[in-house]
């Protein structure tokens, strides 16, 4: 009788693992579908259509000068929707706005609102999507840095304080001696096989 009931356990016990195992998730390959789908390593991954929603566009326009010849008075832009080369006249128009005045370094733009926007040389207009069109002074990128006081040779000196700045004028000191030192000893060893 006791084989009997050690016998019905061990079946009893098989039946349990075998419903666990219906119920416990797959091992093929479509477990391991998204180590494929999410590989950081796969050099051809590309973001999902549909789960990074696109930035709206940026529109802008700069004036880039003003010129007046005889009684006729021009404005040169450039930026988006506008051809290269265009030289607008008053009363021309670009992007909404209609152009009121052209002084030599301003131009008084007007809004279909009647609003007035005085647009400085180098400055621009932007708006990002269908937005409002705001005013942005925009500095002109191939301009240099203004020197340092005291003219070129005062921007070589290192910037340093304390005790570095100390050491660095020494050093800088005993460099200007051993070149003083070397352009001597030139002068000395052309002297001499002048000599001979």
Avoid: H
Avoid at 58 to 78: P, V
Avoid at 120 to 138: E, F, H, N, Y
């Amino acid at each position: 009788m006791l084989a009997l009931a050690l016998a019905a356990t061990c079946i009893a016990g098989a039946q349990d693992t075998n419903s666990t195992a219906a119920s416990a998730p797959q091992t093929g390959f479509e477990s391991f579908q998204i180590i494929a789908q999410k590989n950081i390593f796969d050099p051809f991954r590309r973001p999902r259509v549909g789960s990074v929603s696109a930035a709206p566009p940026t529109y802008y326009f700069t004036l880039n000068g003003t010129m007046s010849y005889e009684d006729k008075s021009y404005a040169f832009f450039d930026g988006s929707g506008i051809q290269g080369g265009r030289a607008f006249q008053p009363s021309d128009s670009i992007n909404g706005y209609k152009i009121a005045e052209i002084a030599d370094n301003y131009v008084k733009l007007m809004a279909s609102s009647n609003q007035f926007v005085k647009l400085s040389v180098g400055m621009q207009m932007k708006r990002t999507g269908a937005g409002p069109w705001a005013l942005v002074a925009s500095p002109d990128p191939t301009a240099e840095p203004s020197s340092s006081e005291g003219g070129p040779d005062r921007a070589m000196e290192p910037m340093v304080g304390g005790a570095d700045g100390d050491v660095m004028k020494r050093l800088m000191a005993r460099r200007a001696q051993e070149e003083k030192g070397d352009s001597n000893k030139n002068s000395n060893s052309t002297t001499n096989e002048k000599n001979q």
